[in-house]
């Protein structure tokens, strides 16, 4: 069985080695009628052709490349015009925010100088949910006997 399978790729590269051995001859005529002969070994043929479909794979792959890297080279453009576009809208809130603190403060002065003049004196502060709870617990005790 493997002499079989032996014997058979055996044949098939002595086929495909005849295949290159001899000659081609090409004949090139021009306008002025003139004819050309030279002839070129199989060889050289069949080498030339596997350098031209290296040559062609390779640019091929060489501008697939060159489309991706431009396509990324724009994502990342758009994509840094967009974080600039946030880190302004970013900067913007944060100066409202600090507008809105100041008016806070503000109003938290006037508040207590209202009190003050109304003879409310300190500020109402909103229970917390500590102080709360341990007042209905007092009351509830405080109201029944």
Same mark, same amino acid.
């Given at each position: ?7 058979? #790729? ?10 290159? $051995?001899? =000659?081609? &001859? ?6 002025? $009628? ?22 062609? =794979?390779?640019? &091929? ?12 080279? &724009? ?24 507008? #809105?603190? #100041? ?9 207590? +100088? =209202? ?10 502060? @909103? @229970? &917390?949910?500590?102080?709360?709870? +341990? ?9 029944? @006997?």
């Amino acid at each position: 069985m493997r002499m079989r399978i032996f014997h058979g #790729l055996w044949a098939l590269g002595s086929i495909v080695g005849a295949g290159f $051995r001899g =000659v081609v &001859t090409i004949m090139a005529f021009t306008e002025g $009628r003139l004819m050309r002969q030279f002839s070129l070994s199989r060889r050289a043929i069949a080498f030339s052709c596997i350098v031209l479909t290296g040559l062609t =794979v390779g640019s &091929t792959l060489t501008l697939l490349n060159l489309i991706r890297g431009q396509y990324y080279l &724009t994502r990342m453009q758009y994509l840094e015009r967009e974080n600039r576009a946030m880190t302004s809208l970013l900067q913007g809130q944060a100066e409202q925010l600090d507008k #809105l603190k #100041l008016e806070m403060t503000k109003l938290k002065e006037f508040e207590e +100088s =209202v009190r003050q003049v109304t003879g409310l004196g300190v500020a109402f502060e @909103p @229970p &917390t949910s500590e102080s709360e709870s +341990s007042s209905r617990r007092g009351s509830s005790r405080g109201g029944r @006997p």
